[in-house]
């Protein structure tokens, strides 16, 4: 996150010019510029915005991946239950 830039000069100024003492100033504007690093900017939240669509297109794609194993998997289960039952028929035809 970038971030947005401030003059501490001119914020220490601006302060003091309102009263408030310089070592409180300083402080308070130190405190600012240390958050500002926390601070996410509208390109930072266009950007996750962005990651969150394309995570979308992959779950989506992952779905129909899973949609297509589900049924490769039906249909395996299918023939091994056809062969059981045709192993079964036949072992009872031979009488074991």
Do not use: W
């Not at 996410?40 to 962005?50: E, N, P, Y």
């Not at 297509?68 to 031979?94: D, Q």
């Amino acid at each position: 996150m970038a971030g947005y830039m401030i003059d501490t000069a001119a914020a220490i100024d601006g302060l003091t010019a309102e009263g408030i003492p310089a070592n409180q100033a300083r402080a308070i504007v130190r405190t600012v510029a240390q958050r500002n690093e926390e601070v996410a900017t509208m390109s930072d939240i266009l950007a996750v915005k962005s990651d969150i669509r394309g995570l979308g297109a992959d779950i989506r794609a992952i779905r129909a991946d899973m949609r297509a194993l589900e049924s490769r998997l039906n249909m395996k289960i299918y023939l091994m239950a056809a062969s059981v039952v045709a192993a079964l028929k036949a072992l009872e035809y031979l009488g074991i």
